[in-house]
């Protein structure tokens, strides 16, 4: 029988650890972090190798094999290693020095995500450490380059290594991965998330171009005018709410079912039950975002100087599509929008994925909850930023963010990823081991 408090001790020990390890992307430079990991895993016996995608950019894999004879797919424990920059001047405690306070570890990742790799380690030894029979695979793999994309972390080795997450028994049953597991209280009710599904990324660009000429004579044949012009547009218009039976379900769950059914018909007055019904100001953006597309103008470029008038500008636009949006019309949509003096198009496009809800982990997931939390009510939800789930679709693995954690009414969970003074209490991790190891360990216990 595991002896959760020292486990909890370990775990806290390696999230210091990695807190401490300044894997900021860009420029990434991953591969102390995941050497790391391959230390930890190799002094419990377990087989560890740290691969490059490119100099510096390292992720770390192990395995732990089935032992029966005609295994099941693996489960595959993902997480990334690379973190957001800091703004230093912004925080309380150091971001890089995983200080413990008042039992809080504070720290870039704490949540964003060396907290997971930090449980997922943990795991790893409680499954090796263990000795019960598996009927899967358990793979770890801790990755690079999440924050900027994943050309040198999921992409790359889903691309390059799709051996890397499969087994003779085929492509993985599942991955557990971030943003997800976390708890949020509304009206006094704890809810448990447990992510499904993410929505779909259409990066856009806006280019604009007219006549350079001398700031003293201005004409509208201007960039700075008609990007300024097309971006508000863009804005301006708003998408129509469109609610996933995955969305509904969790509304429903939440209490929120008067949002959801008005969300179409009564923009207005679903704006009104949600803010009387969410005071996390965060949060309600987050629940709005569940309900349409959404368009995020967030870079404008355009000219040098104070005197001279552009000839080229640029903007760039966050474009989030629910599943079930045809992501080439709605471009198409945005372009009518913008106008004809301005030019739009992709420079990236990921399709939303979605998992089952009612597969059997997330089965396991719910009961792991209940046991550790019979107030909590377990519900599954949709995202509304993406992750390395997009390239675990490539390989058909299905991905569910499942980084258990029980927080307080009052810890302002979503705005300490990527914000200031990200941290983590300890009596979350506490919380969360356990459930975690539990889904882990039932999923591939063999009979
Ligand atoms: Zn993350």
Redo the contacts with the bound molecule.
């Keep these: 029988m595991t002896h959760w408090p020292a486990a909890t001790e370990d775990c806290i020990r390696h999230l210091q650890a990695l807190i401490r390890i300044p894997s900021i992307n860009p420029p990434g430079g991953e591969t102390p972090a995941a050497e790391y990991c391959a230390a930890v895993l190799r002094e419990a016996g377990i087989d560890a190798e740290v691969l490059e995608a490119a100099p510096g950019r390292g992720s770390c894999f192990a395995r732990l094999p089935a032992t029966v004879d005609d295994p099941l797919p693996p489960l595959v424990l993902l997480s990334?290693l690379d973190v957001v920059p800091v703004d230093r001047d912004s925080w309380s405690r150091d971001p890089f020095g995983a200080e413990l306070h008042d039992g809080v570890v504070w720290g870039r990742g704490a949540v964003?995500?060396k907290d997971m790799v930090a449980m997922e380690l943990a795991v790893m030894l409680e499954l090796s450490g263990s000795g019960a029979p598996r009927r899967r695979d358990v793979i770890f793999a801790a990755l690079a380059d999440?924050?900027a994309g994943g050309e040198f972390g999921a992409l790359h080795w889903v691309a390059q290594r799709p051996d890397l997450f499969r087994s003779d028994a085929g492509p993985a049953a599942a991955a557990l991965n971030?943003?997800g597991g976390y708890s949020i209280t509304l009206r006094g009710r704890r809810f448990y998330t447990i992510e499904v599904a993410e929505k779909g990324i259409v990066w856009t660009r806006v280019r604009a171009s007219g006549t350079p000429g001398h700031g003293s004579m201005p004409h509208r044949d201007n960039p700075a005018l008609k990007l300024a012009a097309a971006v508000t547009r863009l804005a301006d218009a708003g998408r129509p709410a469109r609610v996933t039976d995955v969305v509904r379900n969790f509304f429903d769950g939440l209490g929120l079912g008067d949002v959801a059914a008005l969300a179409a018909t009564d923009p207005a007055a679903a704006s009104v039950a949600l803010e009387r019904a969410v005071d996390d100001p965060v949060l309600r953006r987050s629940f709005d975002a569940m309900l349409r597309d959404t368009i995020s103008p967030n870079t404008i470029h355009v000219g040098q100087k104070v005197n001279v008038i552009p000839g080229l500008g640029e903007a760039e636009i966050d474009v989030r599509t629910l599943p079930g949006t045809d992501q080439q019309a709605l471009l198409a949509e945005l372009g009518a929008i913008a106008g004809d003096d301005v030019e739009v198009e992709a420079v990236m496009t990921m399709p939303p994925v979605e998992a089952a809800a009612n597969a059997e982990i997330v089965g396991l997931m719910r009961e792991a909850l209940l046991r550790a939390d019979p107030d909590g009510t377990p519900l599954p939800m949709m995202i509304t930023p993406g992750?390395d789930a997009k390239a675990m679709a490539r390989l058909g693995i299905p991905t569910y963010g499942f980084a258990p954690l029980r927080l307080d009414a009052d810890v302002p969970f979503l705005s300490l990823f990527h914000g200031n003074d990200e941290r983590v209490p300890v009596s979350a991790i506490a919380f969360g081991l356990p459930v975690l190891f539990e889904v882990v360990s039932t999923f591939c216990r063999a009979a």
């Design positions: 990334h964003d995500m999440e924050e971030e943003v992750t």
